[in-house]
């Protein structure tokens, strides 16, 4: 059932923005540093979700075959609020962001990619917990 598609998805994407709080943690991130970086791996796995979502069918090809003019126009508004809290001091301080590093875009964007993949492989493995239609 989707329910369980949806209990499964939850699963791999606390399962690697964890990997990335721990992994940050254990590399000495300070405090705000980490709170920037798991802030950021927290929406690329909310994009993550939205893009392996579009289509019930485990074909890769699919994933942005016929992307919709409205997931781009998302995709930038969010890159462009994200730029804007982690370049920003005065809205870093206000969120308490620490400095957000271009290594770290790096790690969220493989963390994200990891996660599309994972599903997308979970979808040929585990078809009966996809229905062919979001009615299923």
Request: charged share 10%.
């Amino acid at each position: 059932s989707l329910l369980r598609w949806g209990i499964i998805q939850g699963l791999v994407a606390f399962g690697i923005v964890g990997t990335i709080y721990l992994a940050g943690a254990g590399l000495g991130m300070t405090g705000p540093d980490l709170r920037a970086l798991i802030f950021i791996a927290i929406v690329g796995g909310n994009l993550g979700l939205v893009v392996v979502n579009r289509s019930f069918s485990p074909e890769v090809k699919r994933l942005f075959q016929g992307a919709s003019r409205s997931l781009w126009i998302i995709t930038a508004v969010v890159a462009s609020v994200l730029a804007v809290a982690t370049i920003l001091q005065p809205v870093r301080i206000l969120f308490g962001f620490g400095t957000f590093h271009w290594h770290d875009l790096a790690f969220v964007l493989l963390a994200t990619t990891l996660l599309i993949a994972v599903l997308e492989c979970a979808k040929a493995f585990w078809p009966a917990y996809i229905g062919d239609s979001p009615n299923s």
